[in-house]
């Protein structure tokens, strides 16, 4: 039972560390049905990549996808 719990701990220490560094944020707009999800930290967005019609990825300079956006969630969530 000691190294299951210490796993545990250890698990919830790295998911506070990752949740401090990633600054994972969610954002709907239920008026447009637009859905965002930002887990970038600090970086910044260099460039936007529109993967079709109603969803997009936010990039840095080195190409690491840092955000999320999704149009017409709703819809796709139905499916």
């Known amino acids: 039972m000691g190294k299951e719990k210490n796993f545990l701990k250890k ?3 790295n998911q506070k560390q990752m949740k401090k560094l ?3 944020k969610i954002d709907y707009d239920k008026e447009y049905d637009i859905f965002y999800l930002w ?3 600090d970086r ?3 460039s936007t990549i ?3 019609n109603d969803m997009r990825f936010d990039v840095t300079k080195d190409g690491l996808i840092v955000a999320v956006e999704i ?3 709703l819809n796709k ?3």
């Open 39 to 41: 887990f970038g930290g």
């Open 11 to 13: 698990l919830k220490e």
């Open 50 to 52: 529109e993967v079709d």
């Open 44 to 46: 910044k967005v260099e």
């Open 71 to 73: 149009e017409g969630l």
């Open 22 to 24: 990633l600054k994972p």
């Open 77 to 79: 969530l139905k499916k």
